[in-house]
């Protein structure tokens, strides 16, 4: 059974402070992990990953992946009120002739001013 | 502007009433999803569909029917016999080939 882990489930930091959100992945025939920010409604999505050790950055957002120890991380620099959201992390498996998103539970991450 | 409409934001069932949830997208995606979420949880999918005419059943699709008659339509109809429908519920589509979704904003649905 495809399972995605995200760690922690909820943290509360202050403003200017960095944020590290893990998402950990045991799934069959793996192609991609994708990152989505949840605020009130419609996630909307932060960063697709496909190859190991490649950082994708927008702003003070960043994430990479590790395929062989099977996880990925997303980091929050300098945050500011506006990063409060539930962060979310997907897997896109292979089944058939396309694919299908595998979702974590999501970090609910909490800025105070 | 392009995007994806769900309708209603917020709906109230009775016992042993089925309700429909309207999705439609303006993206020309072809492939549409049906998602379920509960707090803590994350998104559960309930059904997709990569062409029209065409569907799948995904992790919880009991309960639950959809039709994809028109590539801008993926309503979904939660039945009586979904005994806990209270949760949020998000229509996404996408390019096929596991490209980033686009998400409606989600109708939230209650039992009365």
């Known amino acids: 059974e495809d399972k995605v882990v995200q760690s922690p489930l909820s943290l509360v930091v202050h403003e200017g402070d960095t944020v590290t959100l893990n998402c950990s992945y045991e799934?069959?025939?793996?192609?991609?992990l994708l990152w989505y920010k949840q605020e009130k409604k419609a996630p909307t999505f932060l960063f697709m990953l496909?190859?190991?050790?490649i950082e994708k950055k927008s702003g003070r957002l960043s994430s990479i992946l590790d395929k062989k120890e099977l996880f990925s991380i997303l980091n929050i620099t300098a945050t500011q009120t506006g990063d409060s959201a539930i962060y979310l992390c997907?897997?896109?498996?292979?089944?058939?002739?396309?694919?299908?998103?595998?979702f974590g539970a999501g970090t609910q991450v909490v800025v105070t001013p | 502007d392009g995007g994806i409409t769900q309708s209603p934001k917020y709906l109230f069932r009775k016992e042993g009433q089925n309700v429909t949830l309207s999705c439609e997208q303006n993206?020309?995606?072809?492939?549409m999803y049906w998602y379920r979420q509960d707090p803590g949880q994350g998104l559960r999918l309930i059904y997709y569909?990569?062409?029209?005419?065409?569907?799948q059943k995904g992790d919880i699709a009991e309960g639950y029917s959809v039709s994809r008659e028109k590539k801008e339509s993926f309503p979904l109809t939660v039945t009586s016999a979904q005994k806990n429908p209270t949760a949020f519920y998000l229509c996404?589509?996408?390019?096929?080939?596991?490209?980033?979704?686009?998400f409606g904003d989600g109708t939230r649905l209650s039992i009365l």
């Open positions: 996404a589509s996408s390019i096929p080939g596991h490209q980033p979704q686009h």
């Open positions: 799934v069959t025939n793996f192609r991609s």
């Open positions: 496909t190859s190991s050790g």
């Open positions: 997907a897997v896109a498996v292979t089944t058939d002739s396309w694919g299908k998103f595998q």
């Open positions: 993206l020309n995606h072809d492939a």
């Open positions: 569909s990569q062409i029209v005419n065409d569907f």
